[in-house]
Structure formats: structure tokens, C-alpha cells
């Protein structure tokens, strides 16, 4: 999960204004028990180093002959702005439905943390792998595995936190921001040759402070569920034979969270507002996480493998994207949290050409005229379709990646906002959005 004013969230799938999160006791931890370490081998040290190193390429993908707004059926398509991150620079875009740019955040990663002892010119450091907007048109976005920022609408520095934050943000009623976090460390359950790659669920002020932080393979280990417990040893054994030594640690791959309301509560018995509904992709699974108690309360029935950004629907109905639906092929479906059956659906089968296929990363949001909009983002790529499944808008990001140029950017996120007016805060000459590199 991007959100802008309080019309805009129930349309991402964040926080309804009429759902206040609830107040948690400041500094709660409930993560995984840390003894005081003993020094680390060299060899470990390394591998933790690898381990919290891996990132996203900023383009895979050759480039299209049609770059730029290439569909637009404005009788059926959702009106809005949209915003969007690309793997070419440390930049996010707003943008109208014609693509051209309204507004422009730029922020390079050296200035961020300089004394942090983060690599000064880590491989991955320039992409925002998610941003959200507030209602004043300040930006928080995610540096992947490395930590977030706070920009305002002019692209100064409000704050900025080397968390080692990824994949994911959402910006909650009250200001406070629900993210992703992760560390590498020694775990006595998986060993004591590599180490292993533990993400959290992290709460935040306003201002980035962490207020509260659960352990998501704590939550699993220490939950009511024995099959997922299995499912993360099997994970885990499975990478240790048919994955690079330098992933091998990442046994969950969190990469989905989102501030669960009472449309999913008033569905599935056990989960209540205030609870977090997280996804899995390397055991495949959409879940839900007390923060208060650190367990899973709630697990969707079927797995889907890869599996990126489950989101709650008005009806109470999960939307998720399935990257490897079939080989080379990735699929949305919306599915029935209570028997998991899936109640729509679109494929590469129905997609023009069969073209629909994004290997990592990718989001999928469910519109207020019931259209649904898709991020495919290794093909630098995002569409609208109808719930008929005709493609309504399509967006090819015209900017490049690659040393010679030679890919199309990936567009980690793409987000509409749905208001048929400009937000006050955006100036009526669009600034010129200099890239910081």
C-alpha cells in the first residue's frame, strides 16, 4: 500500500477516516526475544551483511516501442491523479490521466543517513520501493531494506529513519504510519550456519518514531496455526537446496501490510479492527497479526505462491496479485476471505495479446467505480480494467533503466487518487522536478 486526503483512502484500500486506529502503549515490543549477542563469526557477519542487502533491479524488462499513456477510455475509466514510483531514480511522479507530470518529490539516498554507517553508494539505494502521500502533500517513502524519509511538498527533508524499512507503507487516520521492517541475525530454530532474515511489523508516529514492533515469524512460530509453523521450516529447507546462498536466510519475505477495519473483521470471526493483515510470498500466504498479543489470528485457506499485496475491499473481499499464476504468466483474483473461494478474476489469459506477467513485486487496487487497477511492475507497466475485464487505461513508464538505457523502469507502485479537483496543497504551475541524479 499510497494514500492522499480522506476521499482518497477508502479508494486505495487504507484507513476509512471513520476507523481511528487505536491507541497502543508507547515503545510495546512484542518481537522476537534478543539475548545479548555473542560475537559473530566473520563469516556470519558477512552473510548478515548480504542478507540485509537484498533489493530490487531498477529495470529487467526490454523497452516497449509505446511509452506514456497508451489506452484511455475516459467514459470508463476512473477520473484521478495517479502516483507512482519508478526503478530509474530516487524520484516519485504524480501524474494525470494523460501522464503528464503534476508534481515531482526527488531526494537522493546519499543525503539521507549519512552517519548510519549504510553503505555510501549501496546498489539499491536510489529506488523508492513505496511511497504514500499525506493530506498536505508531504511524502513518506521506503528505500528498500535500508529505512524510510518524510519529504514535504517541495521535496525538503522533514525526517528520515534508517529502520531498514521495505516493501510496504500505509499512513494511518491519525497520522501514525504502519510499515515493514527487517534484520538479519542468528536464529537458534534455523541453525547455526547462515542466518536468517526476520521482518517486522512496525508502527510509527507521525514523525517516525517506533512506537510498537512485532515479530512476523514470532507471530507465526508462537501462533494457534501448526501448518504455517510447517510451512516456514519447509520454506526454509527449500531455499537451503534450490536458492543462492544469499537469499537462502530469507525465509518469509514479508511484503504486504495493511491496517485492518471492520470490513474484515465483521467477515472473519477471531480478527478485529486494529489488527494487521500481512502477506507471506515465500510460503504464499495472506495473514492477520494482533499487535497487541504478537500471534496470527487469521489465515487465508489457500496459499498463493508467489503472492503480492492482498488488500481489503469495500465487501469484505481480498484482492491479490499472483505473479507466477502460470509460467510467465501472473493472474488478480478477488477472493471470499470466509471459504476462500475466488469470486473474480483476471489472467494473462485475459489480458490483450496474453501479455500479463510480472515476476516480482506488482499491486492490484479496487476502484470506486468497481474498476480495478494494476501495477505489473517489471514490464514498467499499469492498467485499469473493467470488472468485465476490458483494459480501460494503460500507463508505459517512459522513463529507462540500465546502464545504456536498455530497460523499462520498473514502476514498483502505481496509485490512482480519486478526486475530480487538484488538492490545495499542489501549486497550479507544476514545478520542474529536477532528478536528483
Known amino acids: 500500500m499510497v494514500l492522499l486526503a480522506a476521499g482518497f483512502l477508502a479508494a486505495c484500500g487504507g484507513t476509512r477516516p471513520a476507523d481511528t486506529p487505536r491507541a497502543f502503549p508507547l515503545q510495546k515490543t512484542a518481537a522476537s526475544p534478543e539475548p545479548a549477542p555473542a560475537p559473530l563469526a566473520e563469516e556470519h557477519a558477512q552473510a548478515i551483511a548480504e542478507l540485509e542487502a537484498i533489493g530490487y533491479l531498477g529495470g529487467v524488462n526490454p523497452v516497449p516501442q509505446e511509452s506514456g499513456v497508451t489506452v484511455h477510455d475516459p467514459a470508463r475509466a476512473r477520473a484521478g491523479l495517479n502516483l507512482y514510483v519508478s526503478g530509474h531514480d530516487s524520484v516519485a511522479f504524480l501524474t494525470d490521466m494523460a501522464g503528464n507530470v503534476l508534481h515531482t518529490w526527488a531526494y537522493p539516498y546519499e543525503r539521507l543517513w549519512p552517519d548510519a554507517g549504510l553503505p555510501a553508494d549501496h546498489a539499491y539505494g536510489w529506488m523508492w520501493r513505496r511511497a504514500a502521500l499525506a493530506p498536505n502533500g508531504d511524502l513518506i517513502a ?40 527487517r534484520k538479519a541475525r542468528m536464529h537458534p530454530l534455523f541453525g547455526d550456519k547462515a542466518p536468517i532474515l526476520e521482518d517486522f511489523v512496525c508502527l510509527l508516529s507521525p514523525n517516525g518514531e517506533e512506537l ?31 536458492r543462492p546462498a544469499r537469499e537462502q536466510g530469507d525465509v518469509l519475505h514479508t511484503n504486504t501490510v495493511e491496517w485492518v477495519d471492520d470490513r474484515l473483521a465483521a467477515r472473519v470471526p477471531g480478527v478485529r479492527p486494529g489488527n494487521v493483515l500481512v502477506a507471506c510470498l515465500e510460503i504464499g500466504r495472506a495473514m492477520v497479526l494482533d499487535l497487541e498479543t504478537g500471534r496470527v489470528v487469521w489465515a487465508l485457506a489457500p496459499r498463493f505462491q508467489p503472492l503480492h499485496h492482498p488488500t481489503v475491499l469495500d465487501n469484505g473481499n481480498i484482492l491479490l496479485l499472483l505473479n507466477a499464476w502460470r509460467p510467465e504468466k501472473s493472474a488478480v483474483f478477488e477472493v471470499d476471505p470466509g471459504t476462500g473461494d475466488t469470486v473474480w478474476s483476471f489472467t494473462a489469459d485475459d489480458a490483450p495479446k496474453g501479455e500479463f506477467f510480472t515476476r516480482t513485486c ?55 487518487l480519486e478526486s475530480l479537483s487538484r488538492p490545495p496543497w499542489l501549486e497550479k504551475t507544476p514545478p520542474a522536478g529536477a532528478s536528483p541524479r
Open 362 to 416: 506488482g499491486a492490484c487496487y479496487r476502484l470506486s467505480n468497481g474498476n480495478t487497477l494494476v501495477a505489473e511492475s517489471d514490464a514498467g507497466r499499469a492498467f485499469e480494467i473493467t470488472p468485465d475485464r476490458q483494459v480501460v487505461w494503460s500507463f508505459s513508464n517512459p522513463h529507462r533503466a540500465g546502464d545504456a538505457g536498455q530497460f523499462i523502469a520498473t514502476i514498483y507502485d502505481l496509485v490512482r
Open 142 to 181: 521506503v528505500v528498500e531494506g535500508l529505512g524510510m524519509f518524510r519529504l514535504d511538498k517541495n521535496s525538503r527533508l522533514l525526517w528520515a529513519r534508517p529502520n531498514r524499512a521495505h516493501h510496504d507503507l500505509e499512513i494511518l487516520g491519525d497520522g501514525r504510519v504502519l510499515t515493514l521492517t
Open 212 to 242: 510498537v514492533r512485532v515479530s512476523v515469524l514470532e507471530a507465526i512460530l508462537n501462533g494457534p496455526f501448526p501448518h504455517l509453523r510447517e510451512e516456514v521450516f519447509g520454506s526454509f529447507a527449500y531455499a537451503a537446496s534450490h
